[in-house]
C-alpha cells in the first residue's frame, strides 16, 4: 500500500504534459495508416485494387480512347479513369489496395482528420484523394546492410551472351559452368525441354503398327541351306 501511495504522490506533484490539439499537431510515425492517396496520373484502371478489395468500398469508371499511331503503326487503345472513389465508412485500412496496385497509384498518407457529421459524406472521390498526395510522407532510405532492389540489380545484369566484368577468370584447362553451358547449348536445351512438355492428359505416342511386309524387310534373311565350313 505505501508503494501505492508513493506512486500516486509522485504523480501528482508531477507536471502534466497536455498537447495542445488541434493547435500543436501529433507527431506520427512514417507507416500511419491515415488515409488512402490516390496518384492519378499511374492509375491504368487495372481494376485489381477493386477485385481484391475485400470490404468492396472502391468504385471505378473508365472509358477507353483511341490514341492515333506515327507512320508505320498502328492506333491504340487505353484506359481512361471517369471515377475513382473509396468509401472510408466500410474501408478497414487492410492495405490490401495498395499493396496490390502493380504502378504505385495508391499511397499510405498519415492525414486523419477527414471525420463527418454524416456516414454518407465518407465517399470521398478521386479529387479529394488527389489532394493527401501532397501529404505522403517521403520514404525513408535503403538500409545499406540490405540487398539492393531488384529493379537495380536488374540493370546492373550483363547481357545474355557477355560474360560479366566482374566474374574472375576461369584457369586454363577446367571447365567451369559458365564456360561449359554455352548460349547455343543452353537455348538448344531450353528448346529440347519445350518441346518434351506434353499438355495435361496427354497420353504417349503409340508406335506405328508394322505389317508383315515392313516386318520383313527390318528382319535379315534366314539362312536356306547349311552353312558350309571352311
Not at 481494376?47 to 483511341?66: G, N, Q, V
Not at 485500412?93 to 482528420?113: H, K, R, T
Not at 531450353?190 to 505416342?205: D, F, S, T
Request: aromatic residues 6%; negative net charge.
Amino acid at each position: 500500500m505505501a508503494k501505492g501511495l508513493a506512486v500516486t504522490l509522485r504523480h501528482m506533484l508531477g507536471k502534466s504534459v497536455t498537447q495542445q490539439y488541434p493547435e500543436v499537431r501529433p507527431d506520427l510515425p512514417a507507416r500511419s495508416r491515415g488515409v488512402i492517396a490516390l496518384v492519378e496520373e499511374n492509375c491504368t484502371v487495372c481494376m485489381l485494387c477493386a477485385r481484391e478489395c475485400p470490404d468492396w468500398c472502391i468504385y471505378i469508371d473508365s472509358h477507353k480512347e483511341t490514341t492515333p499511331a506515327p507512320e508505320g503503326g498502328r492506333p491504340r487503345a487505353h484506359n481512361v479513369l471517369d471515377r475513382f472513389a473509396i468509401d472510408f465508412s466500410l474501408c478497414m485500412y487492410c492495405g490490401i489496395c495498395i499493396e496490390v496496385c502493380p504502378f504505385d497509384a495508391l499511397f499510405w498518407s498519415p492525414e486523419f482528420e477527414y471525420a463527418e457529421y454524416d456516414i454518407r459524406d465518407l465517399l470521398h472521390e478521386k479529387d479529394r484523394l488527389a489532394e493527401w498526395v501532397q501529404t505522403i510522407p517521403i520514404p525513408p532510405a535503403h538500409d545499406p546492410n540490405a540487398e539492393p532492389p531488384k529493379e537495380i540489380a536488374a540493370a546492373a545484369r550483363p547481357a545474355p551472351g557477355r560474360p560479366s566484368p566482374a566474374a574472375p577468370a576461369a584457369p586454363a584447362g577446367r571447365e567451369t559452368p559458365q564456360t561449359r553451358d554455352t548460349p547455343a547449348r543452353s537455348e538448344a536445351t531450353a528448346r529440347a525441354a519445350v518441346r518434351a512438355i506434353r499438355p495435361p492428359g496427354a497420353l504417349p505416342k503409340k508406335p506405328s503398327p508394322e505389317g508383315p511386309r515392313e516386318r520383313a524387310e527390318k528382319e535379315p534373311p534366314e539362312p536356306s541351306g547349311p552353312a558350309e565350313e571352311p
